[in-house]
Every structure is written in structure tokens, then in C-alpha cells.
Nanobody
Framework: QVQLVESGGGLVQAGGSLRLSCVVS??????????VGWFRQTLGKEREFVAA??????YYADSVKGRFTISKDIDKNTVYLQMNSLKPEDTAVYYC????????????????????WGQGTQVTVSS
């Protein structure tokens, strides 16, 4: 069973930076190459797409493009989300997700495309 554990959340002032980490464990060695994504959710709202990585293809929500960067360290089986120039509206619980592969061109956008999820990490950006 594949497990994902996020870390790196916290409280930061607007304009600051945080780096989230997601360690992928369990499953087979093929899980090292799973497509991965980051989503975020605030109270009363649906979980929304933030960024995804599938092999060398990277995808970003318009709201974070140019500020956030998704990357992966295969040796450490860890996915990162570097978040710069943070804004109060970035405040949310951030979730890491993984799936063996995407079947459609825009699957990365949908929560239903991912088989495995982490428990989430809180990011709070103060103004």
C-alpha cells in the first residue's frame, strides 16, 4: 500500500517562502515514478488543484504559476512544492497525491484521478 506523508507547513508572513515535502513509501519501486500532485483546501471549499508532475511534465494552477515550483527527488522518493511570494489567499491545508499514471490530458486537475493521498499540512500566510 502506497503511503504519502507531507511536512513543511507552517506560519509565514506574506511575501515569504515555504517548501513542502511529500515522502512516498510502500508499493513497489514503480511508485517512484508515479504521477504526483499537490492540492489545497480551505474550510467550506472544495479541494483545488495546485501543481502536478508527470515524468518531465509540470502543471500549475494559474493562481500559483510563477510562484510555486513542483519537483521530485527520485533517490529520496520525495516530492517538493517550493512556494515563494506567498499571499494570504494561499492559506490552506495542502495535500500531496499520487497515482500510477494519468489516462487523459487534463487528469492532473481532478482529485478523482489520484489513488493515494497524504494527511495534509497546514500553511498559514499572515498579511
Amino acid at each position: 500500500q502506497v503511503q504519502l506523508v507531507e511536512s513543511g507547513g507552517g506560519l509565514v508572513q506574506a511575501g515569504g517562502s515555504l517548501r513542502l515535502s511529500c515522502v512516498v513509501s510502500g508499493g513497489t519501486s514503480s511508485s517512484y515514478y508515479y504521477a504526483v500532485g499537490w492540492f489545497r483546501q480551505t474550510l467550506g471549499k472544495e479541494r483545488e488543484f495546485v501543481a502536478a508532475l508527470n515524468w518531465d511534465d509540470r502543471y500549475y494552477a494559474d493562481s500559483v504559476k510563477g510562484r510555486f515550483t513542483i519537483s521530485k527527488d527520485i533517490d529520496k522518493n520525495t516530492v517538493y512544492l517550493q512556494m515563494n511570494s506567498l499571499k494570504p489567499e494561499d492559506t490552506a491545508v495542502y495535500y500531496c497525491a499520487a497515482t500510477p499514471s494519468f489516462s487523459g490530458s487534463d487528469d492532473y486537475l481532478r482529485t478523482t484521478s489520484y489513488n493515494y493521498w497524504g494527511q495534509g499540512t497546514q500553511v498559514t500566510v499572515s498579511s
